[in-house]
């Protein structure tokens, strides 16, 4: 049986914050380079240069991205990302890279709306840079989730349901 450690606030505290910092960094790199790639398989879609290398394997961009081993609807996201902050929204990668890619992915909605191939900011500049303050500060996700849903909806009063959920297969019903 192994033998229990025994930790120290300031081991703990030293722990946690080394943990967060590793966490951090693992976000904006995930970023960065999600980015980076999304930026690069904007090209490669955009002027088919995936038909260059090799045509019979690659008949389409699907295809392509199969041979990279992404998903496709994981290339839409990262590629989408790349088209609303970086070329519609004019922000540096590195800046976005403070910032976790999900929190990303609430507020894009919100600032962004696709207008046939392209994106368009449907929201002031301010308003995106405080969007994306708001998304580099230390708001949890839930947090932004529901601060968008709040400025999407406006003020209103709370209406609240009860209900029970099955402890077997999660089964939701509502208790009157």
């Known amino acids: ?55 019979q394997s690659y008949p389409n961009f699907a295809r392509y991205l199969e041979s990279l081993d992404i998903k496709y609807k994981t290339a839409r996201e990262v590629i989408g990302l790349y088209e609303c902050f970086v070329v519609e929204g004019g922000k540096d990668i590195d800046e976005l890279a403070k910032i976790g890619y999900h929190k990303l992915t609430v507020i894009k909605p919100l600032l962004f709306k696709k207008d046939g ?8 500049k301010t308003e995106l840079n405080r969007w994306l303050s708001d ?33 077997i297969c999660k089964l939701k019903e509502i208790i009157n």
């Open 1 to 55: 049986m192994p033998i229990e450690k025994r930790y120290t606030i300031e081991q703990i505290s030293k722990l946690d914050q080394e943990a967060r910092q590793l966490v951090n960094m693992f976000s904006a790199a995930r970023i960065k380079i999600g980015l980076e790639l999304a930026r690069r398989l904007k090209e490669f879609e955009q002027h088919k240069l995936y038909l260059r290398l090799d045509e």
């Open 117 to 124: 191939e392209r994106y368009e900011l449907v929201k002031t």
């Open 135 to 167: 998304a580099k500060s230390d708001m949890t996700q839930e947090d932004l989730i529901q601060k968008r849903r709040e400025y999407e909806i406006g003020e209103h009063e709370h209406k609240f349901i009860k209900f029970h959920v099955c402890t």
